[in-house]
């Protein structure tokens, strides 16, 4: 047993590659690529550390190409859901009481793996199964997750060492204790750093995690658990379970010992998960701890005294970087009409440079959407914007689903501030432009600030600095990340906290020592050295 109080090593961010043309990465990841599309992955559920099968069979196939299969995996019944908890249930006594620095080292541990061994794998996983290009891939697969795992590390040493005040005579202590029951890990597919991240927080803070995959990304996420397994993560404190939703769902969110539910997807799904356990309140032990991160309709606002080529080059990549398939994706945006012309020009010309196709095909800017249903909805938008009045196609427009799930950067113009393009989230490469005339602006801000239900993500861009004081002051409460002369997407684990708040979730900011805090349940210890002895009190005494 160590008796030293113990530092984790010095937090830094992984650096990001580039896969330049004939860089030693671009060929290594060339040649996973290459392995994985001659491979179907055989993928199983793993419970309590055992890989278990089921009759229930899925395919994993790449969106750039629905007729490339990557792997077949097992969906979960009732019967292996429960298992999941029980497992989890049975490790958490050990887990839990495991020293912290020896949790911390499985998943410094599993940073490592992950930008070493294991970096192509994760990354060519993460393009084939999610399509994304290896930009794209490396900044999420291999830098993200490796920047959560360190940094959580870190937040959790940060977090047991609070500790209150002492006076004379007396020891005060918080003991900081894993929540009492197991924890939901619920995530999307666009991420695989945050599918990580959602079940790897509060394991590394001593709880036990039932995890379920988005099905369209267990290809990473069965990778993220061999990592794991050879980071030293014992058996049962992650459990890997794909499945439908409602069946997952079903036995977790009527278990007693549910302690809490760390969730990114829909706000529609998060909502009816919140009233689930608000409706089951009374079988639980405790109240399940909620945290979620959901959807978004994220803005560009555009000052008079903005210098143009930042502008466009913010929207195009802010817009269309992985197919807007981001939760924090630009997808509506406020121009004045000093600079209408200007910009509108600006963004149609870059837009038309943009290529679609293949991830394996690296020149290419764009891939293909998620799925079917994520492609039959961006279009949707599309040809009503075609159809209506109030909008205009300015560049784009085109889709295509016959080999893969391919829609070409769209740039919609609307003389409709409440257009449903500015105001439903559509999670595609489809962005909405609206003019405002210059001397507008304080109506024009109150008006981005209502337009959403949501408050994800918004960036400012001007260089007159009494406007930029004044556009934050009025977007206050309009996103949790706020941008200013910068995209708004590309949050840094470390570096900008990521969470919003109204519709878009609890605003419990991942990549931060407020995430690690929902994961820990404190108990205030009071040591007394001498206890008085006496009953009475000074003041009863007489005269």
């Given at each position: 047993m160590s008796n030293s109080i113990l530092q984790t090593p010095p937090v830094y961010n992984e650096p990001v590659k580039q896969y330049a043309p004939g860089s030693p990465e671009r060929k290594l990841l060339t040649a996973e690529l290459a392995r994985q599309l001659d491979t179907v992955q055989d993928i199983p559920l793993i419970i309590g550390g055992k890989e278990i099968r089921t009759h229930d069979q899925k395919k994993v196939t790449c969106p750039h190409d629905?007729?490339?299969?990557?792997?077949?995996?097992?969906n979960a019944g009732t019967p292996e859901v429960d298992m999941?908890?029980?497992?989890?249930?049975?490790?958490?006594?050990?887990?839990?009481?495991?020293?912290?620095?020896?949790?911390?080292?499985?998943?410094?541990?599993?940073?490592d793996l992950i930008s070493n061994k294991y970096t192509y794998v994760l990354n060519a996983a993460t393009m084939l199964g999610q399509s994304k290009n290896p930009f794209q891939a490396e900044i999420d697969a291999t830098c993200e997750l490796a920047d959560f795992y360190r940094f959580n590390a870190k937040y959790m040493a940060e977090i047991y060492a609070g500790q209150p005040a002492s006076e004379k005579g007396v020891w005060n202590r918080l003991e900081y204790r894993a929540l009492e029951g197991f924890v939901f890990a619920l995530t999307p597919f666009n991420f695989t750093a945050i599918a990580g991240n959602l079940c790897g927080a509060p394991?590394?803070?001593?709880?036990?995690?039932?995890?379920?995959?988005?099905?369209?990304a267990v290809l990473s996420g069965y990778y993220i658990m061999q990592i794991l397994k050879e980071a030293g993560l014992p058996d049962g404190v992650i459990n890997f379970v794909p499945?439908?939703?409602?069946?997952?769902?079903?036995?977790?969110?009527?278990h007693a010992d549910l302690?809490?539910?760390h969730f990114t997807g829909s706000t529609k799904v998060f909502k009816t998960l919140w009233k689930t356990v608000g409706s089951n309140i009374d079988i639980y032990k405790s109240y399940p701890r909620m945290v979620g991160e959901t959807g978004g309709k994220d803005y560009i606002f555009v000052h008079s005294s903005a210098r143009v080529e930042q502008v466009v080059a913010a929207a195009v990549r802010g817009a269309f970087e992985y197919q807007g398939q981001k939760c924090s994706a630009c997808s509506r945006m406020y121009v004045p009409s000093s600079l209408w012309d200007e910009i509108t020009a600006r963004i149609r010309a870059a837009v038309e440079q943009i290529t679609v196709g293949s991830v394996t095909a690296f020149r290419h800017f764009m891939n293909a959407l998620i799925d079917e249903a994520a492609f039959d909805n961006a279009a949707g938008f599309i040809e009503q914007a075609k159809a209506s009045d109030a909008a205009d196609i300015l560049v784009g427009g085109n889709a295509d689903k016959s080999k893969g799930y391919f829609i070409d950067p769209t740039v919609i113009v609307t003389t409709d501030p409440y257009y449903e393009s500015m105001t439903q989230e559509i999670f595609g490469p489809v962005l909405t432009l609206y003019m405002y005339e210059d001397e507008t602006i304080d109506d024009t801000l109150a008006l981005v600030d209502k337009t959403s239900p949501y408050a994800l993500t918004g960036a400012v861009f001007a260089r007159d600095r009494q406007a930029i004081h004044e556009m934050t002051k009025a977007l206050a409460h309009s996103a949790g990340n706020f941008y200013i002369n910068d995209k708004p997407t590309g949050a840094v684990v470390g570096h900008q906290p990521f969470g919003g708040a109204r519709g878009s979730g609890t605003n419990d900011k991942a990549g931060s020592l407020l995430n690690l805090l929902r994961w820990t349940s404190a108990r205030t210890i009071k040591e007394t050295f001498v206890p008085p002895e006496e009953i009475a009190y000074p003041f009863m005494g007489t005269e």
């Open positions: 629905h007729a490339q299969t990557l792997a077949v995996f097992s999941a908890i029980a497992a989890a249930l049975d490790a958490k006594k050990q887990w839990e009481n495991t020293p912290w620095h020896e949790r911390a080292a499985i998943f410094l541990k599993a940073a394991a590394v803070m001593g709880n036990t995690v039932v995890w379920k995959p988005a099905s369209t499945g439908k939703g409602s069946v997952v769902g079903a036995s977790v969110l009527n302690a809490g539910i």
